[in-house]
Protein backbone atom coordinates (compact mmCIF):
# COMPACT_ATOMS: atom_id res chain seq x y z
CA UNK A 1 0.00 0.00 0.00
CA UNK A 2 1.49 3.45 -1.01
CA UNK A 3 2.27 5.74 2.06
CA UNK A 4 0.33 8.29 2.64
CA UNK A 5 1.25 11.60 1.03
CA UNK A 6 0.26 15.10 2.72
CA UNK A 7 0.07 17.98 0.78
CA UNK A 8 0.46 20.25 3.09
CA UNK A 9 3.78 20.89 4.87
CA UNK A 10 2.89 23.48 7.04
CA UNK A 11 -0.30 25.49 7.93
CA UNK A 12 1.41 28.44 6.24
CA UNK A 13 1.94 27.05 3.15
CA UNK A 14 -1.68 26.36 2.81
CA UNK A 15 -2.59 29.83 3.51
CA UNK A 16 0.13 30.84 0.72
CA UNK A 17 -1.50 28.56 -2.31
CA UNK A 18 -5.03 29.98 -1.64
CA UNK A 19 -3.72 33.50 -1.34
CA UNK A 20 -4.19 33.98 -5.13
CA UNK A 21 -6.82 33.49 -7.72
CA UNK A 22 -4.38 30.80 -8.98
CA UNK A 23 -2.27 28.33 -6.85
CA UNK A 24 1.18 27.85 -7.07
CA UNK A 25 2.15 25.85 -9.48
CA UNK A 26 5.20 23.91 -7.43
CA UNK A 27 2.84 21.12 -6.85
CA UNK A 28 4.14 17.94 -8.06
CA UNK A 29 1.96 16.55 -11.39
CA UNK A 30 0.34 13.81 -12.01
CA UNK A 31 2.35 10.27 -11.67
CA UNK A 32 4.83 12.05 -9.42
CA UNK A 33 5.75 11.35 -5.12
CA UNK A 34 4.29 13.78 -3.17
CA UNK A 35 6.79 15.04 -0.24
CA UNK A 36 6.58 13.27 3.04
CA UNK A 37 6.52 15.24 6.07
CA UNK A 38 7.55 13.56 9.19
CA UNK A 39 4.91 12.08 10.73
CA UNK A 40 3.31 13.50 14.29
CA UNK A 41 3.15 11.79 16.88
CA UNK A 42 -0.78 10.27 17.69
CA UNK A 43 -2.67 12.88 19.99
CA UNK A 44 -4.10 11.02 22.83
CA UNK A 45 -7.60 10.76 23.40
CA UNK A 46 -9.18 13.28 25.42
CA UNK A 47 -11.08 11.47 28.13
CA UNK A 48 -15.01 12.64 28.04
CA UNK A 49 -16.55 14.35 30.72
CA UNK A 50 -19.01 12.80 32.88
CA UNK A 51 -22.75 14.92 33.03
CA UNK A 52 -23.48 16.05 35.81
CA UNK A 53 -27.29 13.70 36.64
CA UNK A 54 -29.72 15.09 38.46
CA UNK A 55 -29.51 13.10 41.25
CA UNK A 56 -26.10 13.90 42.16
CA UNK A 57 -27.19 17.54 43.13
CA UNK A 58 -28.51 17.70 46.74
CA UNK A 59 -30.13 20.91 46.94
CA UNK A 60 -29.18 22.91 50.18
CA UNK A 61 -32.28 23.61 51.14
CA UNK A 62 -35.39 21.61 51.64
CA UNK A 63 -37.88 23.05 49.21
CA UNK A 64 -35.61 23.41 46.34
CA UNK A 65 -37.35 22.28 43.79
CA UNK A 66 -35.05 19.14 41.73
CA UNK A 67 -32.88 20.18 39.18
CA UNK A 68 -34.04 18.27 35.41
CA UNK A 69 -32.25 18.02 32.46
CA UNK A 70 -34.14 17.01 28.96
CA UNK A 71 -32.11 14.90 26.22
CA UNK A 72 -33.62 15.71 22.39
CA UNK A 73 -31.61 12.75 21.24
CA UNK A 74 -28.51 10.70 21.19
CA UNK A 75 -26.71 13.34 19.24
CA UNK A 76 -27.37 16.27 21.40
CA UNK A 77 -24.70 17.10 23.86
CA UNK A 78 -25.65 17.24 27.50
CA UNK A 79 -24.62 20.54 28.66
CA UNK A 80 -22.67 20.05 32.36
CA UNK A 81 -24.58 22.03 35.26
CA UNK A 82 -23.61 23.13 38.48
CA UNK A 83 -26.09 24.48 40.39
CA UNK A 84 -26.35 25.45 43.81
CA UNK A 85 -29.76 25.99 45.57
CA UNK A 86 -30.47 29.56 46.88
CA UNK A 87 -27.31 30.14 45.56
CA UNK A 88 -27.01 34.23 45.40
CA UNK A 89 -27.56 35.65 41.99
CA UNK A 90 -24.54 38.16 41.88
CA UNK A 91 -22.31 35.60 42.49
CA UNK A 92 -22.95 33.84 39.17
CA UNK A 93 -22.93 37.08 36.73
CA UNK A 94 -23.82 35.90 33.08
CA UNK A 95 -21.02 35.99 30.69
CA UNK A 96 -20.82 38.47 27.54
CA UNK A 97 -19.82 35.15 25.86
CA UNK A 98 -22.16 32.49 24.84
CA UNK A 99 -21.26 29.30 26.01
CA UNK A 100 -19.19 26.89 23.63
CA UNK A 101 -21.24 24.14 22.43
CA UNK A 102 -19.77 21.14 21.38
CA UNK A 103 -20.24 19.07 18.38
CA UNK A 104 -23.02 17.17 17.28
CA UNK A 105 -22.96 14.37 15.19
CA UNK A 106 -24.86 14.55 11.41
CA UNK A 107 -25.33 11.41 9.00
CA UNK A 108 -21.75 9.94 11.03
CA UNK A 109 -20.15 13.54 11.05
CA UNK A 110 -18.98 15.80 14.11
CA UNK A 111 -20.51 18.77 12.93
CA UNK A 112 -18.79 22.10 14.43
CA UNK A 113 -21.20 25.38 14.98
CA UNK A 114 -17.70 27.55 15.55
CA UNK A 115 -16.58 25.69 12.39
CA UNK A 116 -19.37 26.53 10.12
CA UNK A 117 -19.17 30.00 11.07
CA UNK A 118 -16.18 30.73 9.68
CA UNK A 119 -17.00 28.32 6.28
CA UNK A 120 -16.44 31.22 3.28
CA UNK A 121 -20.43 32.61 2.12
CA UNK A 122 -19.58 31.34 -1.31
CA UNK A 123 -19.43 28.32 -0.51
CA UNK A 124 -22.93 26.48 -1.30
CA UNK A 125 -21.79 23.19 -0.41
CA UNK A 126 -19.13 20.65 0.47
CA UNK A 127 -18.43 17.00 0.90
CA UNK A 128 -16.80 13.89 -0.48
CA UNK A 129 -16.88 13.02 -4.06
CA UNK A 130 -15.56 9.91 -5.55
CA UNK A 131 -14.86 9.21 -9.39
CA UNK A 132 -15.38 5.85 -11.17
CA UNK A 133 -15.90 4.25 -14.40
CA UNK A 134 -17.82 0.61 -15.59
CA UNK A 135 -16.30 -1.21 -18.29
CA UNK A 136 -17.85 -1.87 -21.56
CA UNK A 137 -20.09 -5.08 -21.28
CA UNK A 138 -18.27 -8.57 -20.81
CA UNK A 139 -14.66 -7.09 -20.71
CA UNK A 140 -12.92 -7.94 -17.63
CA UNK A 141 -10.02 -6.80 -17.98
CA UNK A 142 -9.84 -2.86 -19.72
CA UNK A 143 -6.81 -1.93 -21.07
CA UNK A 144 -7.21 1.75 -21.82
CA UNK A 145 -10.13 3.91 -21.41
CA UNK A 146 -11.36 2.67 -24.78
CA UNK A 147 -12.79 -0.66 -22.73
CA UNK A 148 -14.64 2.19 -20.73
CA UNK A 149 -18.87 2.18 -21.31
CA UNK A 150 -18.81 5.22 -19.23
CA UNK A 151 -17.85 7.82 -16.60
CA UNK A 152 -19.32 8.54 -12.92
CA UNK A 153 -18.40 10.81 -9.83
CA UNK A 154 -20.70 10.67 -7.10
CA UNK A 155 -21.25 13.74 -4.74
CA UNK A 156 -21.38 12.90 -0.87
CA UNK A 157 -23.21 16.44 0.70
CA UNK A 158 -22.10 17.23 4.47
CA UNK A 159 -23.18 19.99 6.90
CA UNK A 160 -20.85 23.20 6.43
CA UNK A 161 -19.30 23.05 10.24
CA UNK A 162 -18.90 19.48 8.77
CA UNK A 163 -15.38 18.31 10.27
CA UNK A 164 -13.83 14.91 9.35
CA UNK A 165 -11.53 12.62 12.13
CA UNK A 166 -8.92 10.04 12.67
CA UNK A 167 -11.45 7.90 14.17
CA UNK A 168 -14.37 8.84 11.70
CA UNK A 169 -14.38 5.42 10.14
CA UNK A 170 -16.13 4.54 6.75
CA UNK A 171 -18.56 7.62 5.44
CA UNK A 172 -21.87 6.55 6.85
CA UNK A 173 -24.03 4.03 4.40
CA UNK A 174 -27.51 6.38 4.58
CA UNK A 175 -25.89 9.51 3.67
CA UNK A 176 -27.89 10.80 0.87
CA UNK A 177 -25.81 11.20 -2.51
CA UNK A 178 -26.13 11.97 -6.28
CA UNK A 179 -24.81 9.74 -9.18
CA UNK A 180 -23.62 11.82 -11.78
CA UNK A 181 -23.05 10.46 -15.60
CA UNK A 182 -20.36 11.84 -17.95
CA UNK A 183 -21.26 10.36 -21.13
CA UNK A 184 -17.76 11.22 -23.01
CA UNK A 185 -16.03 9.47 -19.32
CA UNK A 186 -13.21 12.33 -19.86
CA UNK A 187 -13.34 15.24 -17.61
CA UNK A 188 -12.48 18.70 -19.27
CA UNK A 189 -9.03 19.89 -18.60
CA UNK A 190 -9.06 23.45 -20.17
CA UNK A 191 -11.70 26.28 -20.95
CA UNK A 192 -11.56 25.16 -24.15
CA UNK A 193 -13.47 21.78 -23.59
CA UNK A 194 -16.80 21.42 -22.32
CA UNK A 195 -18.83 18.36 -21.93
CA UNK A 196 -22.58 17.92 -20.82
CA UNK A 197 -23.46 15.60 -17.87
CA UNK A 198 -26.58 14.65 -16.15
CA UNK A 199 -28.16 13.22 -13.00
CA UNK A 200 -28.23 9.83 -13.19
CA UNK A 201 -29.82 9.10 -9.24
CA UNK A 202 -30.47 11.49 -6.97
CA UNK A 203 -31.37 10.98 -2.94
CA UNK A 204 -29.59 8.37 -2.82
CA UNK A 205 -27.99 5.89 0.00
CA UNK A 206 -24.60 5.01 -1.10
CA UNK A 207 -26.04 1.61 0.25
CA UNK A 208 -28.55 1.76 -2.46
CA UNK A 209 -26.51 2.78 -5.02
CA UNK A 210 -24.10 0.01 -4.17
CA UNK A 211 -26.94 -2.75 -4.46
CA UNK A 212 -28.90 -1.31 -7.19
CA UNK A 213 -26.07 0.41 -10.01
CA UNK A 214 -22.41 -0.19 -8.87
CA UNK A 215 -22.52 -3.79 -8.76
CA UNK A 216 -22.61 -5.96 -11.84
CA UNK A 217 -25.12 -7.98 -13.27
CA UNK A 218 -25.67 -10.97 -15.93
CA UNK A 219 -28.18 -10.95 -17.99
CA UNK A 220 -29.61 -12.99 -21.39
CA UNK A 221 -30.04 -11.35 -24.49
CA UNK A 222 -32.27 -12.69 -27.87
CA UNK A 223 -29.53 -12.32 -30.68
CA UNK A 224 -25.94 -12.61 -28.46
CA UNK A 225 -27.31 -14.87 -25.73
CA UNK A 226 -25.85 -14.22 -21.72
CA UNK A 227 -24.12 -10.82 -21.41
CA UNK A 228 -22.41 -9.75 -18.34
CA UNK A 229 -21.89 -5.83 -16.97
CA UNK A 230 -19.24 -5.24 -15.15
CA UNK A 231 -19.33 -4.07 -11.71
CA UNK A 232 -18.41 -0.34 -11.80
CA UNK A 233 -14.80 0.62 -10.15
CA UNK A 234 -13.78 3.71 -8.16
CA UNK A 235 -10.09 5.07 -9.30
CA UNK A 236 -10.08 8.55 -7.30
CA UNK A 237 -11.72 9.84 -3.64
CA UNK A 238 -11.31 13.27 -2.39
CA UNK A 239 -13.25 16.42 -1.21
CA UNK A 240 -15.08 19.08 -3.20
CA UNK A 241 -16.64 22.18 -2.36
CA UNK A 242 -19.34 24.05 -4.73
CA UNK A 243 -18.63 27.72 -4.81
CA UNK A 244 -20.13 30.93 -6.63
CA UNK A 245 -18.67 33.92 -7.96
CA UNK A 246 -20.41 36.92 -9.12
CA UNK A 247 -20.63 35.01 -12.26
CA UNK A 248 -19.94 31.84 -12.53
CA UNK A 249 -20.46 28.59 -10.39
CA UNK A 250 -17.52 26.33 -9.90
CA UNK A 251 -17.08 22.54 -8.91
CA UNK A 252 -13.32 22.25 -7.11
CA UNK A 253 -11.75 19.36 -5.67
CA UNK A 254 -8.84 17.83 -3.89
CA UNK A 255 -8.19 14.25 -4.20
CA UNK A 256 -6.93 12.45 -1.28
CA UNK A 257 -6.63 8.68 -2.58
CA UNK A 258 -4.73 7.66 -4.67
CA UNK A 259 -1.57 8.34 -2.73
CA UNK A 260 0.17 8.99 -5.95
CA UNK A 261 -1.54 9.34 -9.39
CA UNK A 262 -1.01 7.41 -12.51
CA UNK A 263 -2.34 6.91 -15.84
CA UNK A 264 -5.20 5.95 -15.34
CA UNK A 265 -6.33 9.40 -13.47
CA UNK A 266 -4.81 11.18 -15.60
CA UNK A 267 -6.35 9.66 -18.65
CA UNK A 268 -9.88 10.85 -17.37
CA UNK A 269 -9.05 13.97 -16.69
CA UNK A 270 -8.05 14.14 -13.04
CA UNK A 271 -4.78 15.76 -11.33
CA UNK A 272 -4.51 16.25 -7.85
CA UNK A 273 -6.73 19.11 -7.60
CA UNK A 274 -8.92 21.58 -9.79
CA UNK A 275 -11.88 22.87 -10.74
CA UNK A 276 -14.74 23.15 -13.37
CA UNK A 277 -16.95 25.96 -14.06
CA UNK A 278 -20.65 24.34 -13.79
CA UNK A 279 -23.81 25.56 -15.22
CA UNK A 280 -27.13 24.01 -15.21
CA UNK A 281 -29.73 23.80 -18.40
CA UNK A 282 -32.75 24.78 -18.62
CA UNK A 283 -35.26 21.81 -19.42
CA UNK A 284 -37.83 24.33 -21.43
CA UNK A 285 -34.88 24.50 -24.11
CA UNK A 286 -33.97 21.64 -26.46
CA UNK A 287 -30.52 20.59 -25.92
CA UNK A 288 -28.36 19.61 -28.44
CA UNK A 289 -29.42 16.02 -30.44
CA UNK A 290 -27.06 14.19 -28.75
CA UNK A 291 -26.95 15.38 -25.64
CA UNK A 292 -31.33 14.87 -25.26
CA UNK A 293 -32.84 12.88 -22.66
CA UNK A 294 -35.89 11.14 -23.33
CA UNK A 295 -37.36 12.70 -20.35
CA UNK A 296 -36.42 16.19 -18.03
CA UNK A 297 -36.12 16.88 -14.31
CA UNK A 298 -38.99 16.95 -12.56
CA UNK A 299 -38.30 20.68 -11.25
CA UNK A 300 -40.84 22.06 -8.82
CA UNK A 301 -42.29 25.29 -9.80
CA UNK A 302 -40.07 26.94 -7.08
CA UNK A 303 -36.80 25.80 -9.25
CA UNK A 304 -37.78 26.26 -12.41
CA UNK A 305 -38.38 30.15 -12.08
CA UNK A 306 -34.64 31.09 -10.69
CA UNK A 307 -34.31 29.70 -14.86
CA UNK A 308 -36.28 32.30 -15.71
CA UNK A 309 -35.99 32.76 -19.67
CA UNK A 310 -31.83 31.82 -19.64
CA UNK A 311 -31.02 28.14 -21.63
CA UNK A 312 -27.93 27.95 -19.25
CA UNK A 313 -27.28 29.16 -15.19
CA UNK A 314 -25.05 29.12 -12.41
CA UNK A 315 -25.73 25.52 -11.09
CA UNK A 316 -26.83 26.03 -7.55
CA UNK A 317 -26.75 22.10 -5.47
CA UNK A 318 -30.30 22.30 -5.20
CA UNK A 319 -30.87 21.56 -9.32
CA UNK A 320 -29.01 17.97 -9.01
CA UNK A 321 -31.89 16.44 -6.18
CA UNK A 322 -33.52 15.80 -9.33
CA UNK A 323 -33.12 13.00 -12.08
CA UNK A 324 -32.04 14.19 -15.50
CA UNK A 325 -30.97 17.55 -14.27
CA UNK A 326 -28.70 18.18 -16.97
CA UNK A 327 -25.39 20.55 -15.97
CA UNK A 328 -22.48 21.64 -18.57
CA UNK A 329 -18.70 21.33 -17.08
CA UNK A 330 -16.05 23.38 -18.15
CA UNK A 331 -11.86 22.85 -17.50
CA UNK A 332 -10.98 26.03 -15.21
CA UNK A 333 -8.32 25.12 -12.99
CA UNK A 334 -5.68 22.01 -13.33
CA UNK A 335 -3.13 21.70 -10.57
CA UNK A 336 -4.89 24.36 -8.63
CA UNK A 337 -8.51 25.17 -7.54
CA UNK A 338 -8.48 28.45 -9.77
CA UNK A 339 -11.21 30.79 -9.18
CA UNK A 340 -12.61 28.56 -6.79
CA UNK A 341 -9.56 29.05 -4.52
CA UNK A 342 -11.09 31.93 -3.29
CA UNK A 343 -14.45 34.53 -2.37
CA UNK A 344 -13.59 37.58 -4.88
CA UNK A 345 -15.20 39.34 -2.24
CA UNK A 346 -18.11 37.15 -1.48
CA UNK A 347 -17.64 36.73 2.02
CA UNK A 348 -17.34 38.65 5.23
CA UNK A 349 -14.48 39.45 6.96
CA UNK A 350 -14.37 36.46 9.65
CA UNK A 351 -14.78 33.86 7.34
CA UNK A 352 -12.13 32.05 5.82
CA UNK A 353 -11.03 31.38 1.69
CA UNK A 354 -13.12 28.74 0.17
CA UNK A 355 -9.75 27.50 -0.68
CA UNK A 356 -9.16 27.23 2.87
CA UNK A 357 -11.80 25.23 4.26
CA UNK A 358 -10.96 22.68 0.97
CA UNK A 359 -7.42 21.82 1.89
CA UNK A 360 -8.58 21.44 5.95
CA UNK A 361 -11.49 18.89 4.58
CA UNK A 362 -8.63 17.51 2.67
CA UNK A 363 -5.91 17.49 5.39
CA UNK A 364 -8.68 15.74 7.74
CA UNK A 365 -10.11 13.11 5.18
CA UNK A 366 -6.43 12.37 4.76
CA UNK A 367 -6.08 11.41 8.59
CA UNK A 368 -9.19 9.65 8.27
CA UNK A 369 -7.71 7.50 6.21
CA UNK A 370 -4.85 6.63 7.28
CA UNK A 371 -6.71 5.61 10.44
CA UNK A 372 -8.17 2.94 8.37
CA UNK A 373 -7.37 0.91 5.18
CA UNK A 374 -5.06 3.67 3.14
CA UNK A 375 -6.18 3.72 -0.79
CA UNK A 376 -8.50 0.54 0.21
CA UNK A 377 -10.76 2.75 1.84
CA UNK A 378 -12.30 4.28 -1.08
CA UNK A 379 -14.01 0.61 -1.20
CA UNK A 380 -15.38 0.44 1.82
CA UNK A 381 -16.76 4.17 1.52
CA UNK A 382 -18.46 3.07 -1.41
CA UNK A 383 -20.01 -0.48 0.06
CA UNK A 384 -17.79 -2.82 -1.54
CA UNK A 385 -16.25 -5.56 0.19
CA UNK A 386 -12.46 -4.04 0.64
CA UNK A 387 -11.13 -7.62 0.90
CA UNK A 388 -11.66 -8.70 -2.48
CA UNK A 389 -9.52 -5.27 -3.60
CA UNK A 390 -6.30 -5.13 -1.94
CA UNK A 391 -5.09 -2.45 -4.27
CA UNK A 392 -6.40 0.54 -6.13
CA UNK A 393 -5.34 0.86 -9.33
CA UNK A 394 -3.82 3.63 -11.14
CA UNK A 395 -2.50 1.82 -14.44
CA UNK A 396 -3.89 -0.25 -16.94
CA UNK A 397 -3.09 -3.48 -17.02
CA UNK A 398 -1.38 -4.22 -20.47
Not at 19 to 45: I, L
Not at 249 to 267: F, R, S, V, W
Not at 336 to 361: F, I, M, R, S
Request: hydrophobic share 30%; proline share 10%; with cysteine.
Amino acid sequence: MATRMSSRNAAQKAKEAISSTAEPSGKPGTGTKRKVPPKEAPQPKKEKKEDVKPQDIKPEAPKAEPISTSVDGPSTPKPEEHIKAEEPLEEHAPSDQPPKQAPSIEAGLRKSEERENVVSSNILEKGFIYFFFRPRVNVEDPHSIADVARSFFVLSPTALGAEFNHGQGPVDKGTQCRLMMLPKKKFPTSGRERDMGFVEKAGQSMQSLQENFIAGKTYQTVTKGERHTEEARPYAEGVYAITHTPRNALLAYILTIPAELGTIQEDFGLRERGSWIVQSKNPKFLGPPSGRLPKNPEYPASVLEKFGDLRWVPLQPEFLDYPNAQFLMIGEGQNDLGKAATAQGEKLPHEEEPGQELEKLEDENEHRIDALQGDATVYQDLGYHAKNYPKLPTTWNV
